[in-house]
């Protein structure tokens, strides 16, 4: 459905002259700008001729950049800001277009973004830092999309478009392995359950890596602390490390199915479900020093810092 990604660009091929001829054998210049395909007034149309401010990137350049966070697609569009935003009960995201956005997590309150799944309503922002997931294509659409995409789209839109099943008999099965024992898999499978009518397709991530901010436990990193030597603040670790944890790791897994079936010319009918699950714990933060009622300022790793 799109053939590449989209970005602010004019293009014309410059007339030859006259005069120049070709080489024997050289390629003719072809360049020009490709047909991108989107869905944004909900039917296919060119984007070039669609009267919005938008932009579409390919699941194809999603992937050849390396970008696995919806958050990393910011970088391919004006005005927007798209951030993770740590929170208690999920990976959430703050989206801002325009200036218009939000980064309360209350789920009562309706993000000034709209976040769309398949043209699906994602209504809140707790746990909306979705993994790039075997996506076709991502559109950003900017400006307020009250007539499109619904009241709550205030500042605009962020649409993913899932892959849709295609009887190929294919697949494939990617893994990654970093720092901080980084482990990455994802893959999908697509098959024919009845040839011409009915196609399945499964597609599943996982993602593991340790936090990079380690915790370590007060009383066993400062043992000649008065208050730990009385017993106020109590020893909770007696490793060799004093390491009671870490902030900042990964623990994500998602899984998609979608099912396509065309009973008849004309008609086509599509069913996804997806479920995900992130247990990535605290958001990593670092203590720089404390300020006391005077204003002094006292760096950490100090005395008396860090309890």
Same mark, same amino acid.
């Given at each position: 459905?799109?053939?590449?990604?989209?970005?602010?660009?004019?293009?014309?091929?410059?007339?030859?002259?006259?005069?120049?001829?070709?080489?024997?054998?050289?390629?003719?210049?072809? #360049?020009?700008?490709? =047909?991108?395909?989107?869905?944004?007034?909900?039917?296919?149309?060119?984007?070039?001729?669609?009267?919005?401010?938008?932009?579409?990137?390919?699941?194809?350049?999603?992937?050849?950049?390396?970008?696995?966070?919806?958050?990393?697609?910011?970088?391919?569009?004006?005005?927007?800001?798209?951030?993770?935003?740590?929170?208690?009960?999920?990976?959430?995201?703050?989206?801002?277009?325009?200036?218009?956005?939000?980064?309360?997590?209350?789920?009562?309150?309706?993000?000034?973004?709209?976040?769309?799944?398949?043209?699906?309503?994602?209504?809140?922002?707790? +746990?909306?830092?979705?993994?790039?997931?075997?996506?076709?294509?991502?559109?950003?659409?900017?400006?307020?999309?009250?007539?499109?995409?619904?009241?709550?789209?205030?500042?605009?839109?962020?649409?993913?478009?899932?892959?849709?099943?295609?009887? #190929?008999?294919?697949?494939?099965?990617? +893994?990654?392995?970093?720092?901080?024992?980084?482990? #990455?898999?994802?893959?999908?499978? #697509?098959?024919?359950?009845?040839?011409?009518?009915?196609?399945?397709? %499964?597609?599943? %991530?996982?993602?593991?890596?340790?936090?990079?901010?380690?915790?370590?436990?007060?009383?066993?990193?400062?043992?000649?602390?008065?208050?730990?030597?009385?017993?106020?603040?109590?020893?909770?670790?007696?490793?060799?490390?004093?390491?009671?944890?870490?902030?900042?790791?990964?623990?994500?897994?998602?899984?998609?199915?979608?099912?396509?079936?065309?009973?008849?010319?004309?008609?086509?009918?599509?069913? =996804?479900?997806?479920?995900?699950?992130?247990?990535?714990?605290?958001?990593?933060?670092?203590?720089?020093?404390?300020?006391?009622?005077?204003? +002094?300022?006292?760096?950490?790793?100090?005395?008396?810092?860090?309890?």
């Amino acid at each position: 459905m799109l053939s590449a990604a989209c970005a602010a660009a004019l293009a014309q091929n410059a007339p030859a002259s006259s005069g120049a001829q070709q080489n024997a054998g050289a390629p003719a210049n072809t #360049d020009s700008l490709e =047909t991108v395909t989107v869905t944004a007034q909900f039917r296919k149309e060119n984007l070039q001729t669609t009267p919005l401010a938008i932009t579409a990137i390919s699941g194809e350049m999603l992937q050849a950049r390396g970008q696995t966070d919806l958050y990393q697609v910011a970088a391919e569009a004006p005005n927007v800001i798209l951030e993770p935003n740590g929170a208690g009960e999920g990976d959430s995201m703050r989206a801002q277009i325009r200036g218009v956005g939000q980064t309360d997590l209350d789920p009562a309150v309706d993000p000034g973004v709209g976040i769309y799944i398949d043209d699906v309503y994602f209504a809140t922002l707790m +746990a909306s830092d979705f993994a790039l997931l075997d996506l076709d294509r991502v559109e950003i659409l900017r400006g307020p999309q009250g007539t499109l995409s619904g009241m709550d789209s205030l500042g605009g839109s962020v649409k993913l478009y899932t892959q849709k099943a295609n009887g #190929d008999n294919d697949g494939y099965l990617e +893994a990654t392995y970093g720092s901080l024992n980084q482990l #990455d898999v994802h893959g999908m499978g #697509d098959v024919t359950l009845v040839p011409d009518t009915l196609f399945f397709r %499964v597609s599943a %991530v996982a993602r593991r890596q340790d936090g990079y901010v380690k915790l370590f436990d007060y009383a066993c990193t400062h043992p000649d602390d008065p208050d730990v030597i009385s017993g106020a603040i109590p020893r909770g670790n007696s490793s060799p490390t004093c390491q009671t944890g870490s902030e900042g790791g990964v623990n994500y897994e998602g899984l998609r199915g979608s099912l396509r079936w065309l009973p008849v010319s004309g008609l086509e009918v599509n069913w =996804t479900t997806d479920v995900a699950s992130a247990d990535d714990g605290s958001t990593a933060n670092t203590l720089l020093g404390t300020v006391s009622a005077t204003g +002094a300022t006292t760096p950490a790793g100090s005395s008396g810092v860090g309890r």
